[in-house]
């Protein structure tokens, strides 16, 4: 027998710029980051829609900063529709073909967190990867989607099942993109906010309860700091946390997660991932509390918060099939993560611990303590 072992490392750079208003002609950000390359411009239709003077701004922007666009900038389907087929990744490839990309170029995609994951997807594949500037326009995509190094689009009626491990060249978090989404979408993301607080920053939970009343408001200043600190959190996680690329069987950020993707599911994604991720954050939270992990106080306190920036804690789902969809999601979970089922939990505010098991018959009492608190008057809630 001959072998070759060889070992090689790569030093990535992760790039998160926080700016008020990226396409301002004197702001700085975007001809900075791209310099003299091309730049082919790709934008969310909803977001088109919702701000329809913003391929005018972007063709204006670039003018007065000296960048090179290819072309208009581009729109295409926004949504989870991205990543129901294959239709936006194909028109990504066909516009890289014919603009004669080059792996040094630049693919500026600006929409919500599905939008980037299809346009990035795209991006990672045409010659095996071009340079992609994320510019997420939802709260939850500046929170947490956008500033990952995860691409992918849904197949075989699984989430996520297609789809590339990509560091795109820079994130730009425009705080002037929030500004065109209703309440409930401007407040979504914040279930991420909380969620990275829970397991890793007590005093950013704190700030998150403080700001409570703002942030149900849709405050663009209180939301851009919350949108902050969650950012950074995430992104250190990926830059700091030893897994990138999710090498192991655990995904220390993905509280509540498994029941939410499930919930996607079983809703055809008439549940919104924020949506989701807010009644499997409580799910989550309740079983941590039953499984003694997490003190009842604490939990209590996560339910509050929930409930103080307008999030549902329960779907009846949650029921469907005496619980035994929900139940499935384990599984499925545990196949997309590979390896030993592992899921992360809260042992107290800051203190994240891993478990191997979930016992269905907690999983469904949580789910009913859900129900009765869904069903309770507000006052009992408070
Ligand atoms: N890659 C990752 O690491 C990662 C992490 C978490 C979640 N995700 C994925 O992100 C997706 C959810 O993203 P999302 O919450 O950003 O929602 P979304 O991308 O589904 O967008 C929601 C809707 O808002 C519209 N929109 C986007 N920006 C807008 C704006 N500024 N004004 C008005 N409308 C706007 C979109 O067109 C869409 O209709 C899910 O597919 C989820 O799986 C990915
Ligand atoms: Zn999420």
Redesign the pocket.
Known sequence: MDELDLRFSVTYRHRILFVEDAFAPACPALAGLVGEGRVLPLV????A???PGLRAEIVAHAAARGMRLTREPLVL???????RDTAVVKAVLAAIETDGLCRHSYVLAV???????AV?FAVATAHRGLRLIRM??????QA???V?????I?TFGK??FT?AFAVPAAVVNDLR??????LP?RR??LV?AVKVAVLKDPAFLAALEAEAPALRAGDLPAVGRAVRRSAELHARHIAEGGDPFELGSARPLDLGHWAA?RL?SLTAHRM???EAVAVGLALDTLCARDLGLLPAGDAARILRLLAALGFRTYAPELHLDGGKALIEGLEEFREHLGGRLTLVLPAGIGSPTEVHALDPARVRAAADELRALDSAPCAARS
């Open positions: 969310d239709a909803g977001l829609e919702a701000r389907t926004g949504g989870e529709a991205a990543k929409g919500g967190g599905a939008f980037l994951d990035g997420p326009s939802t709260t939850l995509g947490d989607a956008g990952g190094v995860k691409n992918g849904n989430k996520n789809g993109l929030l500004a065109s989404l209703d979408r979504e993301g991420e993707h996607e919104s991932h924020g």
